[in-house]
């Protein structure tokens, strides 16, 4: 099973301010089969980014990700009062493995 | 517009079978895979196992002994039953949709496109 590891657990920034969000795989990812999520409170998830890079329809350009292999990477370049959530990433390269989450909280 | 509604018993007795039902509008049932995928108060998520229309199914291998996932084509739903429940098992149940394809004997499935609001459910006695 591919472990996926997040960090940091929980980040503090303000509005306006650019978030990086990291997500490290135990082994590589199968074609860069990652995609990244996020949940606000009560809410089911939602899809963000796919195959580590390719924004979801409807996802404002704010939202970029990267990566290969075994380490991607989630950046939210000015962050909006909604942006403040939680942030899953998730491997579908071998099977299905989420990561532990990153919590975005306004500082 | 796709919407996946799940529901199910708002709770379920430790030893008993946990069922849940999502049903699918919108969009038939034959165009995606479908999964569960659950998340424990305050925790991560966890995915459970998926069910293709054709009756293809994958399953977590921590909850494979436990799980059956079944689709209903006519009804346009698929549906969770998850047996030997206990306390561990308590948390929001969320049906997905996913896009996929099978080759020779591997199928492959991506990204979760769609989810259902989530079906709570607590198991206690």
């Known amino acids: 099973e591919i472990v996926l590891t997040q960090s940091p657990g929980t980040v503090s920034m303000s509005p306006g301010e650019s978030a990086t969000l990291s997500c490290r795989a135990s082994q590589s990812v199968s074609s860069n089969y990652l995609a990244w999520y996020q949940q606000q409170p009560g809410q089911a998830p939602r899809l963000l980014i796919y195959g580590a890079s390719v924004r979801e329809t409807g996802i404002p350009a704010r939202f970029s990700g990267s990566g290969s292999g075994t380490d991607f990477t989630l950046t939210i370049s000015r962050l909006e009062p909604e942006d403040f959530a939680v942030y899953y990433c998730h491997q579908y390269g071998d099977s299905n493995t989420f990561g532990g989450g990153t919590k975005v909280e306004i500082k | 517009q796709v919407l996946l509604q799940g529901s199910g018993p708002g709770l379920v007795k430790p030893s008993e079978t946990l069922s849940l039902t999502c049903t699918v509008s919108g969009v038939s049932i034959s165009t995606y895979y479908w999964s569960w995928v659950r998340q424990p108060p305050g925790k991560g998520l966890e995915w459970i196992g998926y069910?293709?229309?054709?009756?293809?199914?994958n399953y977590n291998p921590s909850l494979k002994s436990r799980v059956t996932i079944s689709v209903d084509t006519s009804q346009n739903q698929f549906s969770l039953n998850l047996r030997s429940v206990t306390a561990a098992d308590t948390a929001v149940y969320y049906c997905?949709?996913?896009?996929?394809?099978?080759?020779?004997?591997?199928?492959?499935?991506?990204?979760?496109?769609?989810w259902g609001q989530g079906t709570v459910v607590p198991v206690s006695s």
């Open positions: 069910v293709h229309y054709t009756g293809t199914t």
């Open positions: 997905a949709s996913t896009a996929g394809y099978c080759a020779r004997t591997k199928c492959f499935t991506f990204q979760f496109g769609m």
